[in-house]
């Protein structure tokens, strides 16, 4: 699973929201989906790692959720949008849906360009009214999406990316 953090990076365990609940961060223009489609990675059992770390640091902290915040910036149709990828995140779906319900308060999309609408279209109908209601996606207007983030997550709790302080 170390090589697979390298290659497709997820942050967590260092980032609370204001309730104290674990923070997953990714960002999507490292993972490049294809390639690891084509190099035969197994990337549903490593989102699933994903979420049952998420999930134990939630448990241990006592809390009913997680939040996720995933900066969508430099999505490529072609490394992340071929039809295989499309396959992966719709099994993926299902699968928080039937073993992750509810288990993210707050999913937040950041710097998300307007041809990931074609996914989104595409996924949206087998999520759950809850997953639809945590589900919130901005674009690249950075006013926009950090008044929603800082209602989440402080300021110090941000790494950089988010436009926060943290190192």
């Not at 489609?37 to 197994?42: C, E, K, R, Y």
């Not at 989102?47 to 996720?68: D, F, G, L, N, P």
């Not at 288990?103 to 999520?127: A, D, G, K, Y």
């Not at 999406?145 to 943290?166: A, C, P, S, Y």
Request: glycine content about 4%; proline content about 3%; hydrophobic content about 45%.
């Amino acid at each position: 699973m170390k090589l697979l953090l390298k290659m497709y990076p997820a942050y967590f365990g260092e980032v609370t929201d204001k309730k104290s609940q674990p923070v997953l961060q990714m960002v999507l223009a490292e993972w490049n989906v294809r390639k690891g489609i084509l190099a035969g990675h197994d990337l549903r059992r490593f989102v699933v790692y994903i979420w049952e770390r998420i999930s134990t640091m939630a448990y241990k902290q006592e809390c009913a959720h997680s939040v996720a915040l995933i900066d969508v910036n430099n999505y490529s149709a072609r490394e992340q949008g071929c039809l295989a990828c499309i396959s992966i995140y719709v099994d993926l779906v299902n699968m928080f849906e039937k073993y992750y319900p509810n288990s993210f308060e707050h999913i937040i999309m950041v710097n998300t360009p307007r041809i990931f609408e074609n996914i989104l279209q595409i996924i949206r109908p087998i999520m759950s009214i809850y997953t639809k209601k945590a589900l919130k996606v901005f674009g690249v207007n950075k006013e926009q999406w950090r008044q929603e983030v800082l209602h989440v997550i402080d300021l110090n709790m941000l790494t950089r990316q988010f436009g926060g302080t943290k190192g």
